[in-house]
């Protein structure tokens, strides 16, 4: 059986529109109940959110659904994805759900589910919920008497709060750094910049006034212009910014140039390895992860390991071989030391510590590698207007084929499908600028005839 619900990273949607409704939510939130139920003890699930409207439609249903099935609830509010991850562990819960679509605007919702030790589901399990929603519930409704109960964590963000502390080296301070925060109107709009205050910096906060409709607007990780206006304009030493869930990280030194998550890893890697506290022999990345970098870690004897495009997917190989620094060149960064998913504030105060420890600019500390030329381009396009998939249509494999003989053996392209939105991603990169913009130029062009008349092409 293959998943229907469930994409890379859970169930994904525009809210109140199939399959992002009260209703799916409910039915999700009962499967996944009877999918981790373990014994006759009281079973308990963390519920928490970002800044979405939604999210009020969306977080009682989900209640609804567990205690029903005589799950308790324990609600925490808008936390980063990472927090919830880790209370699950913490409060020795069977479950622990986020509603949050991350980086996507307000209008998209979803819901990401952890199982008991804090990790995103497998495939196999997601697969399992999904098998149980085409089931009845009747039969395992709990009795009027077994009804779990809903109830409100009040001391949460000051537990995340400490634990993302307690992953700063021991001993040393913020002391003297100026750091603007994007918190992208989300999750970690009250988090974020006490953590860095309590540290000892002087912080910049931006992007901390959700108002359900703002989160991701023209600030956070995917558009970090306001960030690199306001470093600038105050003269920071550094910019953080997260994106609407929190869990990944981008970097603007102090002259507001972007610093990605492959240089965010190389730094940590690096820093690592020369403690002697890189395990596994080096990176997983996934396969969107710039050449350079590669280049980078052979260079250093150390391996990166590319995995599909996911967080999840690197978190298993993560776990398969031992390694503990891994993540996408988009800025999901996962410290396995310290967390089980990405944790934007926790690879944050990393890169802090190189920052504050080697007393060089974050300029600097910054450019670990020098990227070979890459280049992206996304193609949306109407699922409903297309005869054939896109990609099974012989004019675009020949174009795909044709752009792999002219980058060789010193050049890579990539093509896939996004996994929670009609896009179709197309990357490439070598070492002639010119080449790797020529054949993206002409597998787009090829796509653009094959989803005719409703393809829309996106920079």
Avoid at 23 to 33: G, H, I, K, P
Avoid at 263 to 288: C, I, K, N, P, Y
Avoid at 396 to 416: F, H, K, S, T, Y
Avoid at 436 to 449: C, F, K, P, Q
Wanted: proline share 5%; with cysteine.
């Amino acid at each position: 059986m293959t998943r229907q619900l469930f994409g890379t990273d859970g169930i994904r949607g525009t809210a109140n529109i199939d399959p992002m409704t009260a209703e799916t939510a409910l039915r999700v939130a009962m499967a996944s109940a009877l999918q981790f139920r373990r014994g006759d003890h009281r079973h308990r699930v963390v519920i928490g959110k970002d800044t979405r409207l939604s999210g009020y439609l969306l977080e009682p249903a989900l209640t609804a659904g567990f205690v029903s099935m005589g799950m308790d609830v324990v609600l925490v509010g808008p936390l980063p994805t990472p927090a919830v991850a880790m209370l699950t562990r913490s409060l020795r819960a069977d479950l622990g759900v986020m509603i949050s679509a991350s980086h996507n605007p307000y209008q998209d919702n979803g819901i990401k589910l952890f199982g008991p030790d804090g990790y995103k589901l497998s495939d196999d399990v997601e697969r399992a919920i999904e098998a149980r929603l085409a089931l009845p519930f009747a039969p395992d409704l709990a009795g009027p008497d077994q009804l779990g109960r809903a109830s409100r964590l009040d001391d949460a963000s000051g537990r995340y709060i400490e634990y993302v502390k307690n992953t700063f080296p021991r001993g040393l301070r913020l002391d003297g750094l100026k750091i603007a925060v994007d918190c992208a109107n989300g999750a970690a709009y009250r988090v974020a910049p006490k953590v860095l205050y309590e540290l000892g910096a002087v912080v910049i906060p931006i992007g901390v006034t959700p108002d359900g409709l703002n989160i991701n607007h023209q600030c956070g990780a995917t558009a970090p212009d306001q960030l690199r206006e306001q470093v600038v304009a105050h003269g920071a030493d550094i910019g953080l910014a997260l994106d609407g869930d929190a869990d990944r990280l981008i970097v603007v030194d102090e002259a507001g140039r972007v610093v990605d998550g492959d240089q965010l890893m190389a730094l940590v890697a690096s820093s690592w390895a020369a403690g002697g506290r890189l395990g596994g022999g080096g990176v997983v990345a996934t396969v969107m992860s710039n050449l350079g970098f590669e280049r980078f870690m052979n260079g250093l004897g150390l391996a990166l390991v590319r995995t599909p495009v996911g967080d999840r997917y690197v978190v298993e190989r993560m776990r398969d071989g031992g390694y503990n620094v891994g993540g996408e060149q988009s800025g999901h960064i996962v410290l396995s030391d310290y967390s089980t998913t990405g944790d934007g504030l926790i690879a944050a105060l990393q890169v802090l510590a190189v920052v504050q420890t080697s007393g060089r600019p974050a300029s600097e500390v910054g450019r670990v590698f020098e990227p070979v030329p890459q280049k992206l381009s996304n193609l949306r396009y109407d699922t409903k207007a297309v005869a054939a998939p896109p990609l099974e249509q012989s004019a675009v494999q020949q174009a795909i084929r044709d752009a792999e003989a002219c980058l060789g053996r010193n050049g890579r392209l990539l093509i896939r499908k996004s996994g929670t939105e009609p896009v179709i991603r197309v990357m490439a990169e070598g070492d002639d600028a010119a080449l790797v913009d020529r054949v993206v130029g002409d597998v787009i062009s090829a796509l653009r005839v094959a989803t005719a008349p409703a393809a829309e092409a996106a920079a």
